[in-house]
């Protein structure tokens, strides 16, 4: 399946991709059309991230949060970490979290460091693995440090 969204791709727009490719659809294609794009007018392929469409901001909650609920991924309390720190990150929040912070600067710079937004995904798909994995082993342990 096909899954639109803005180019110049940050956070959520990293975030997104890495949550339908891990636990939605590991087929998915990503498709980055300019931002004044009318969501209304893509026919072919899902739109998230975007003004008005059902995958996108709600409230205080961001594009991750609205896979999450769409797809019914709230069984995991890893992922469960990583949607707290992608929705700070996103949503101008990044302060009341260290963690999120960091993600906000590495997205940063992988965008200064990447010709594209599909290398970009490439080379941040490792960031998220890393977040994910680490929330899995800590809450294994029983001793979840979410902070720096």
Known sequence: MKWVTRENVHVDRVACPWLIKKFVDTEAEFVFVPADTDPAGITEGIPFDMKGVELGHMGDECSFDAIIHKFKLT???????????????????????????ALDLLARGYGYISVNDHETLEKEFVLYDALYAYFQHALEKGAADKSL
């Open 75 to 101: 069984s995991d309390p890893a992922l469960a970490e990583v949607r707290r720190i992608v929705r700070l990150a996103d949503t101008g929040r990044g302060q009341e979290e260290p963690l999120a912070q």
